[in-house]
């Protein structure tokens, strides 16, 4: 019997999808929900054909809306459910479905037709009637071309059709104007159409994992596109990419590239991805205007030397040359004042030791500094004297790179010509580390753009009040390092500023000041004096994201902390409080602000 009964299961199991299976997918309640909502979710049913009530449902007889209507107790009798929606949105993802009816086009209303992860070979050219439809979304099906009335769906604004294998895409994709993302990853596509150009609205477009040799010369066309994916195909040349003014990515790792692309002009780009190519040189001269860039990735090429330019990329914060041919890590490198990664292992480099480099960013960099100041260290008294001036940053290099630098001279107070020619040059970051400034001079109020400032290693024992006043551009701040107790109340005046850093002083609390600094998102003050954490007012910071408290001398941990769940980086080891215990700090962020939570006292 237990032979039987197996046999029976492994049948019911197996058994073969029928199309009164999928017609009954589509029960009463089901209809109903869709005539109020305008929402059909069909998603997920182990579908292998459409329902046939789908393609009618806005066009139920009265027959079948009276039937519906008596059947269903429940709805009210004033309640006119089949009048009030027609479908916008069909959700027909996750199941088996080889075609889709020409039926599709009775649902002339459809914004949202979702058809992902099925079966799907061919498209009928009735879907191009949709000409209501905005969104849709057909990736992970075995398509190998659309039909060309296709390309009348001229409200489109998101296309997804990657994870099929298309191989060609018609000239008339340029007449799908309206589309602002557009997904073509994962294909078989070999070239592109010229008429790429006509997508003026394109914000997002993803060509990766495809077979493309080239960009089609119309592509910079697309003024409004912000990011751009031809990873992974097997480009050998690019067009000038200057014209894309909006774009702040660009991804182009794991192609054929042999020159470093032209980019010069794209002066909101952010993130630039090169790796796994065979690019030789930075060619400075086409990252001209790339003022804003923070990642650049050069990983597995050909490169053998870094140019002294890159200096000009002051926001650069990742900079990955590994597995290159360098030889030579050259010293302005360590004066990049935002540099948090620099990776340079898989280099035969001569001048840094191999475990310096397998330390990480911090240890070369620290390595790279120290070997410029060896250089000065018989020249402190010429570092403050105007007989030598060759030491500081002229207007020119100021004017081109937007950055004063005067980083690890040892000064006990600035040169007011320098100061003049940061505020002609309007210099956005300003690095004064490592010296040994007491105060910072009423002169340098006058660079009135600065937006990162770092003053972390001085001998600074105050602020002064016009920093508030005047630096309305702040955005980043580094105090790390002084001998600070206290802040000027006009720092509640940065509107702009995101980034703290007031580590390693004297303070015994957090300064009131701080807490109502409305767009502060990290707050780093470990290593200080604080005694309590004030939860009010860190309350009040509704952006703040990154809290370290590490190495002060807490005694408790108001549980109330756990209710600041925007929070995503919480340090708090390294006080004196004895809970949470440290196997609870090992834990994640998310999980030490659940156990604060779960000690706040229940009112009864």
Known sequence: MSGVKKKVNHLAVFKQRTKTDDNAELSEVIIISARKTGNLNLSSRGLSTVPNKVWSINELTDEEVKELHYELDYVHENERWWEQELLKTLDLSFNSLVVIDSKIEC?????TLLLHDNLLE???????????LEVLNLSNNKLKQLPHLFYQLNELRELCLKNNKLNKLSPAIGDLIMLTHLDLSNNNLSELPIGMGYLVRLKSLDLSHNLLTELPPDLTNIRALQKLDASCNQLEVLPPMGDLRKVETVMLQTNKLTTFPDMSGCTLLRILHLADNNITEIDMSCLEGVGQLKVLTLGNNKIETIPEDIIKMVYLEIFDLSHNKLTMIPSYVGIMPNLKQFVINGNDVQNIRADIIRCGTPRILKHIRQSIESTNLNTKECVISDANPSIYPDKYTMQSTKLLSLAGLNLTELPQEVLENACKADVGTVDLSRNKLSELPDQMCVIAKVADLKLTSNELTHLPEWIGEKYKHLQALDLSRNFLESLPSTLSLLKYLRELNISFNRYKKIPE????IDSLEILIANDNSITDIDVPSLQKLQKLAILNLGNNNIGYVPPELGNLKNIRSLFLSGNLFKQPRQ????????????YLRDRIPRSN
């Open 583 to 594: 196997a609870i700090l090992a834990k994640s962020t998310e999980e030490i602000l659940a």
């Open 122 to 132: 061919n498209l009928p050219p009735e879907i191009g009637n949709l000409k209501k």
């Open 513 to 516: 000041s701080i807490y109502d």
């Open 107 to 111: 649902l002339s209303e459809l914004t």
